[in-house]
């Protein structure tokens, strides 16, 4: 009992410290990336993608750093890089739960989190698919949740390599995109070139806080709460 419960502060203190790290540490500057990785070489393209893996471990959003990675690398480079660093993450993040968490987790939750294990049971590779490619929940938190749960590894990482492929191509082309729509603007010179640009740039914007949202419990809580308290208004 002891030890499940130890087991169970640590993966706490984990994501509690992951949640830190997320609200304080700003993403690196564009330009002194670049510079990091042009004199990195490879080994910095590794780097970045264990950087990626060890932020998804917490509350940070995916789909900030896949455009990040993608306005610094480009499109292939960041690509396969944000999609290395997604795995690795949501590898690290199941295991950890899965290692510390299952055991305290069937304790407190009981016949509740069997009657989860009984509807993933020879389910598990489509719901994480479905969850990945929809935006129903934050990323790290699937992850926590898959570890908790009963469903098996190698279901797990089918789906989420699967499911991964989608969002990532379009959130790293979405940053890929942006050097080039720039760059365009500045060589045409002209409103009409400007004013495309811009409104571009920002439907880019817009997409990518878009994404955030979904990916932010805490919003989708207080919508949630919202609504419910809409319809007691309009009930009464």
Do not use: I, N
Not at 44 to 64: E, Q
Not at 111 to 123: E, I, K
Not at 134 to 150: I, K, Q, R, T
Not at 168 to 174: I, P, R
Request: hydrophobic letters at 55%.
């Amino acid at each position: 009992m002891r030890t499940t419960w130890l087991r169970a502060g640590v993966l706490l203190a984990v994501l509690a410290a992951g949640t830190v790290v997320a609200l304080t540490v700003e993403l690196p500057d564009v330009a002194a990336l670049r510079r990091w990785v042009a004199g990195a070489g490879a080994a910095g393209l590794v780097l970045l993608a264990l950087a990626k893996g060890a932020l998804l471990v917490g509350p940070v959003p995916r789909s900030a750093l896949c455009v990040l990675l993608g306005v610094v690398l480009g499109f292939w480079t960041g690509l396969a890089v944000s999609l290395a660093g997604g795995m690795l993450g949501a590898l690290a993040a199941f295991g950890l739960s899965r290692s510390l968490g299952r055991e305290t987790a069937v304790r407190l939750a009981g016949p509740r989190l069997a009657a989860v294990d009984r509807a993933v049971a020879g389910r598990g590779f489509v719901a994480v698919l479905v969850a990945r490619v929809l935006p129903v929940m934050p990323y790290s938190v699937l992850s926590h949740a898959a570890g908790l749960s009963a469903v098996p590894l190698g279901a797990y990482a089918a789906g989420t390599a699967l499911g991964l492929v989608p969002t990532t191509v379009l959130q790293v082309g979405v940053g890929a995109s942006v050097p080039g729509l720039t760059a365009w603007a500045a060589r045409a010179g002209s409103p009409v070139g400007v004013a495309g640009a811009s409104v571009v740039v920002v439907a880019v914007a817009g997409l990518v806080w878009w994404r955030s949202r979904c990916e932010d419990p805490g919003v989708r809580g207080r919508g949630s709460s919202t609504a419910r308290r809409g319809r007691a208004g309009t009930s009464s």
